[in-house]
């Protein structure tokens, strides 16, 4: 073979090794990241979020729509309902979109729609605004995973992304807001009264016991069972929010409570709830003074804003003398079976006879069979 063909050769060999080596090259951190799905959706920045729309298809009528805003640094609601938000909840959504980054795309055409529940009918709409801008819009499906389908309006993929956010866009609107009604520190506590048709019962704390103020007066006063009751009271939750044309009948004059605190942690201050109407068999409605706000809570939260005298007092001991007063228990009836000395065991015909049976014993025996048709002759 000559030396040219040699070098042509040796070329070729050259040629497909660096070919070979291109197409089997480690993929660098660029062109790995270039290859991952991006996001169709804006950067979150966090702090620029103040505006949370939930639109809820599966929701109960009057509460599919839940707003949310930031006001002066809080979250508040202001649909259905107005007040404020748990802590941190709207906070925790938004770290969550803030975070939510494409996986894969899950389905490429919108026959994957319903499948993920990324359809109008299922999924959550979900909107995050700053100020008028959108910077989130998106519908959330179902679980993928440990991730969350979701689509974008307008595109016809499914993506998964690597947050799990389904249950967290789906909660109930009272589970948004707020439920504390009182939150006070029991040592913070001076004094307590309530106000009911039974009377006013007016407390003062002594130390780490209570004593009833001038004019109260409870016999049997337990003392610990006044501390139990203001330690419900301090801290009152709520199950729920009256629904705007609810009859709640809370007035003035309603069975309330007033705890009075010395300067703790929120200051020295004056807290005052109202109970009201019954919500249903087993809730009420209860107001706190100061707020526009009307919560539904359990009967046990009822019974401890208007308590009975019962409530504060040491059960009456058992008389011991009550069971003698007690009516006698009425005689056993007679034995349906001959009893000795009528054939049955013990008598005449039966084993260990002999025995006399009294006469007005044997006149009810004879009744008895008499009235069964069955009367000795």
Avoid: C
Avoid at 25 to 52: F, L, Y
Avoid at 222 to 230: E, M, N, Q
Avoid at 293 to 309: C, D, F, G, K, L
Avoid at 313 to 322: E, I, N, R
């Amino acid at each position: 073979m000559s030396s040219k063909n040699i070098g042509i050769g040796l070329a070729v060999v050259a040629v497909l090794g660096g070919l070979t080596a291109y197409v089997y090259r480690p993929q660098t951190q660029e062109s790995a990241a270039s290859a991952a799905p991006t996001n169709p959706w804006s950067r979150v920045e966090v702090a620029r979020i103040d505006h949370v729309t939930l639109h809820r298809p599966s929701g109960a009528e009057g509460q599919r729509d839940i707003e949310l805003e930031k006001r002066d640094g809080a979250w508040t609601m202001t649909a259905p309902g107005r007040g404020p938000t748990e802590a941190r909840a709207v906070e925790d959504l938004v770290q969550r979109f803030a975070d939510m980054r494409v996986t894969r795309i899950a389905g490429r055409n919108t026959a994957s729609h319903g499948t993920f529940e990324v359809d109008d009918a299922h999924a959550v709409h979900v909107t995050l605004k700053s100020g008028a801008s959108s910077v989130v819009d998106v519908f959330v499906g179902s679980t993928i995973g440990s991730g969350t389908a979701v689509r974008v309006p307008g595109r016809p993929e499914t993506f998964e992304v690597d947050q799990a956010i389904t249950s967290m866009v789906q909660r109930e609107a009272r589970d948004w807001r707020n439920r504390e009604i009182t939150h006070l520190n029991r040592g913070d506590v001076a004094s307590v009264e309530w106000t009911n048709r039974n009377g006013t019962f007016h407390f003062n704390k002594s130390g780490e016991t209570w004593t009833a103020a001038t004019g109260t007066t409870v016999e049997r006063l337990d003392t610990a069972r006044v501390g139990s009751l203001v330690d419900s009271i301090t801290n009152l939750r709520a199950t729920d929010f009256a629904a705007p044309a609810a009859a709640v009948g809370i007035a003035a004059d309603s069975p309330r409570f007033t705890l009075t605190t010395t300067a703790g942690d929120g200051g020295a201050q004056t807290v005052t709830v109202r109970l009201g109407n019954n919500s249903g068999d087993s809730d009420a409605f209860v107001q706190r003074e100061g707020s526009d706000i009307v919560y539904v809570v359990t009967r046990s939260v009822a019974e401890s804003i208007n308590p009975a005298v019962t409530a504060f007092q040491t059960p009456l001991p058992v008389d011991a003398g009550a069971a003698a007063d007690a009516p006698a228990p009425a005689p056993a009836a007679a034995p349906s079976f001959p009893p000795p000395g009528m054939g049955g065991p013990g008598g005449p015909g039966g084993p260990g006879g002999g025995q006399q049976i009294p006469p007005e014993v044997m006149e009810q025996l004879r009744r008895q069979l008499q009235q069964r048709g069955a009367a000795p002759h």
